[in-house]
Every structure is written in C-alpha cells, then in structure tokens.
C-alpha cells in the first residue's frame, strides 16, 4: 500500500492562499483502504478548514473517487465538479494529485506528504516501508525481507558495524535487517545464502522516471 | 616471497608486531593539526590511518591529511566510506589516492548521515563493504567496475573492519569471510577492551588467512568507558578495568597502563598487531607502547 501522511493545516493554507472554492477529492484506492485519504478524511478535513481562521473563509465541496491514479476514472467523475472550482485539494498519493493535475486546467494540490510503500501491522497502529520498487527483486535470496528497503544503508551482505543489540545505530528501536535475514534463513535451513558475495545492485532500472509497458 | 607495496604489509609479513595508528582530520583547514599528531606518531607506528568524516561529521577529508602524513614519512592508511559517494567517485578517488602515493586503503561502509551533524544529508551506500573491497581489488588488478581496462593499475593494499564484539557474531564472521573473498588483505577492529572477545575472534576466524589488528582507543576516563560500553556497539568493558578507572588517583597513568596492558595482552594472544586510535592522547603513545613491553 501507499502510505500517505496529511499535510499540516498552514502548509495547506498557504497553497490554497486566494482560492475561493476548493473542491477536496479523496482517494478510495490505496489511501483509502488505510483510512489515510479516502471519502471519510476527505469530509474530515473540510471540518478541519471550518477551525482554521484562513480555510473557514474557503468553500468547499467533498467528493470522493475510486482511483485517483485512473484518468478516465478522474474525469468521468470530476469534471462537472471541477468545473466550479478554484483548484483541486486531492487526497491521493503523489502519482494520483499529477493525473489530476493533468486532467484540469485549475491547479491540482496535494493534501498528503506521499511516504512509502508499507504495511500496516495488525498489533500495531503504525505504517511500516517494506518496499523501495528498486525495480531488482532479491527477496527470494533474503527469507522475504528486503535489506534495500529495510536496512537504512541498503546494504547487501550482511550487518554493518553499527548492530547494536540487532537493532540498528539510526534508531535503537529499528531491527537490523540484516539480523532479520539471519535469522529467518536460519530458520530456513538456507543460511548458506549469506555467504554468495551478492554484486552491486544495479540503479540504472531506477532512473526517474520509469515506465512500462501494460 | 609475496610482494609488498607498503610497510605496514612488509612489517605484519615479518613478524614484527605490528602497531598502526590513527590521526583525527580537524574541523577546518588547519594542517598544522595533522603534521602535530603525525610528529607524536611517527616514531612508534608503522602506518597511520586516516578517518572519513566519521559519525557524518563534516571534517577535513582523508586525502589530503594522507599526503601531509607521507610527506613526512607516516605511511598513510586511507580510509574510505560508502556514505557519501558513489562507485564512480570510490573508484575515481583511489586511482587519485594511488596517484598521490597512498598504498594502504581501509574500505568501510561508513556510518550513516543521520548519526552526524549533517542528518539532512543524503546517504549515498551505492555500494557495501564487501562490495567496495571487490571493486578495490578489481582496480589493483587493473580493471574498473565496469570491466574497462586501466592504463596503470593502483598499487595498494586493501584492509576492511571486523567488529568482534556484535552479538550475535555470526553473521560478521559470514560478511567477513565475503570480504576476504572479495580480496581483503589485512583487518582492523572495532574498539576492544575484553580478552574473552578477543579470544573468541581469533577462535572464530582461525580458519581464515588474514592478519588482524585489535583496535583499541585508551580509555581516558570512568565518562568515557561507560559512554563506550553503553553507546559503542560490540563494545564491553571489563568490570576491574573500569574498577581500576573508578579507584584511580591519576588518571592519565592508569589510562596509560591499562592500555600498555591491552596491547601486551594482544601480543600474547597471538595477533601480528595493533590498531590505535590515540583519541587526544597521541603524546602518550609511545609511553603505551612502552610500557607494554612488546618492543
């Protein structure tokens, strides 16, 4: 899932600084299933701006869609909407306030700070990166847990002198990735796997930006 | 007789005990800073290394303290980190370090931007340790990453780390297995205070054909011996030495014992040398040496 973290109001009340009709739009796709950006938090925050003393001045309306990263999708459902609009606040991930962006001529303003690509554990309440897209999938050599995006300096083979008590020097509540790897290979049976020199990883499938074939 | 390019090498290949030493960059421009701790440790180091901004604090970089040092006649080891650059700039600055007469290269992962005083910093890691040391070799053995030939092959000689107090200490003895492999010559460790850890590196890599030298930084008092055990990973402090600390009525000369009695304790183990790292108390280093007898 995308993981999304909402703006602070003054950030926000500085981007929409003059508009006068605001037309707030969640996402239902991933930020949606989180409950981070969808039909829900987009009526929440339009309660938000009626607390602020420079949004409560702003008239919104709310709407929700089903994908904001669609483009059929977002103007089959905004564009009668848009058209009585200033700008756009989309609740989306990065990629989805750019396909907004591009499918009306007002401006289109991200509500989020776009965070990672997580999970969210069930015993917990917090967002956890479990995947960087290095477009060079290696968790199959690594018990499933990827030391790219689960050790802060990427490393590939092995723990840095940094482990403290398996967890890592940038923050001692963070586990060590690479304690992780051990011992889920050893669990496997397949710790022999540590011990292949694993080769620099290629970056050049991670120029910005990318594309695909569908 | 296998080929050396550079003393530190000829001296661990002779048998003598071997003492290599560290100097800290200054924050700022002064050389003086440089040239002073390289006065205090020429006569009793073979070689000296030269830290890469370490914690990712901004200092002079590694280089040009290397070139001071070897102007005046303290063999330089040159540290490098994967921290802050990439496989072209690693590669490009050792062909420039070998071009500038530096023969002793310490590859590192380096520690990460945000332990530093630059956290906003972005953190390079385009590489790890073992890769660095592949790449190294491949350089010395006349080629780059890339496979492209050089017109003249960097004569050096390639240390990494080895942290022997991590817990668990498998998975470091499995990384620095990769690291010889990838054509580790020589290893320095972490800060060690404790004969048992000591004693357990040199069981857990008896197998492994390389010359290791103990690091180890004079505790200068009880402040830092706790800060050490608490915050260093891998790093323990033995209750009677920090007894001995805590009961000291001069605490530079029990400093200096204490580490005179480290030293002679590696030499007795069995280790071809040491690693110091003076931390400010580099005019005390030959009375450590000293009075540990191993000369």
Not at chain 1, 54 to 82: E, H, P
Not at chain 1, 131 to 145: D, F, K, P, S
Request: charged share 25%; hydrophobic share 40%; with cysteine.
């Amino acid at each position: 899932m995308i993981i999304v973290e909402t703006k602070k109001i003054e950030e926000l009340a500085e981007s929409l600084a003059g508009k006068k009709k605001v037309l707030i739009v969640g996402c239902n796709g991933c930020v949606g299933i989180h409950q981070q950006g969808g039909e829900r938090q987009a009526e929440e925050l339009a309660e938000l701006f009626k607390l602020d003393k420079v949004l409560k001045n702003v008239d919104t309306t709310v709407t929700s869609i089903l994908r904001q990263c669609d483009k059929s999708i977002v103007k089959d459902a905004l564009t009668d909407l848009a058209a009585e609009a200033d700008a756009i606040l989309s609740m989306a991930c990065g990629a989805g306030v750019q396909v907004v962006a591009e499918s009306f001529d007002i401006p289109a303003l991200p509500a989020h700070n776009t965070s990672f690509i997580g999970v969210q554990e069930r015993e917990s309440e917090t967002f956890y990166e479990r995947c960087v897209a290095c477009g060079n999938c290696i968790l199959h050599l690594t018990g499933g847990i990827c030391p790219v995006t689960r050790c802060p300096k990427s490393h590939m083979n092995g723990p840095c002198g940094g482990l403290y008590n398996g967890k890592c020097e940038t923050d001692k509540n963070r586990d060590c990735a690479w304690i992780l790897i051990y011992n889920r290979l050893k669990a496997l049976g397949e710790l022999d796997r540590l011990k292949t020199i694993m080769e620099p990883k290629d970056f050049s499938k991670k120029t910005h930006p990318r594309s695909q074939e569908a | 007789m296998a080929k050396y390019y550079s003393k530190l090498m000829e001296s661990v290949a002779s048998k003598e005990f071997t003492i290599s030493g560290e100097i800290d960059p200054p924050k700022g421009s002064n050389r003086k800073v440089i040239e002073h701790q390289t006065e205090l440790l020429k006569p009793h180091c073979v070689a000296a290394n030269v830290t890469d901004n370490p914690l990712g604090i901004v200092i002079m970089n590694t280089l040009a303290p290397c070139v001071i040092m070897q102007e005046m006649g303290l063999e330089a080891i040159y540290q490098a980190t994967c921290r802050d650059r990439n496989r072209i700039a690693l590669q490009s600055d050792v062909l420039g370090a070998a071009a500038l007469g530096m023969k002793n290269i310490l590859a590192l992962s380096g520690d990460h931007t945000v332990m530093g005083d630059h956290p906003q910093a972005k953190p390079v890691f385009d590489l790890d340790s073992v890769q660095l040391t592949a790449a190294i070799r491949g350089l010395v053995n006349g080629h780059d990453m890339a496979g492209k030939e050089l017109d003249v092959a960097p004569q050096m000689h390639i240390g990494v780390a080895l942290s022997p107090g991590l817990e668990p200490i498998e998975p470091e003895i499995i990384k620095f297995e990769k690291k010889i492999e990838a054509g580790a010559e020589f290893a320095q460790t972490q800060c060690v205070y404790d004969t048992k850890v000591l004693e357990r590196i040199l069981d857990l890599t008896s197998h492994l054909d390389i010359p290791i030298l103990p690091g180890i930084a004079p505790l200068k008092s009880v402040g830092m011996a706790k800060f050490m055990a608490k915050n260093v990973p891998g790093v323990t402090i033995p209750d009677e030495m920090l007894k001995e600390l805590v009961e000291s009525k001069d605490i530079k000369e029990t400093t200096i014992n204490i580490t005179a009695q480290l030293i002679a304790d590696i030499k007795d183990l069995g280790f071809p040398g040491v690693h110091i790292m003076p931390v400010g108390m580099d005019a005390e280093v030959g009375e450590m040496i000293k009075r540990s007898g191993v000369r």
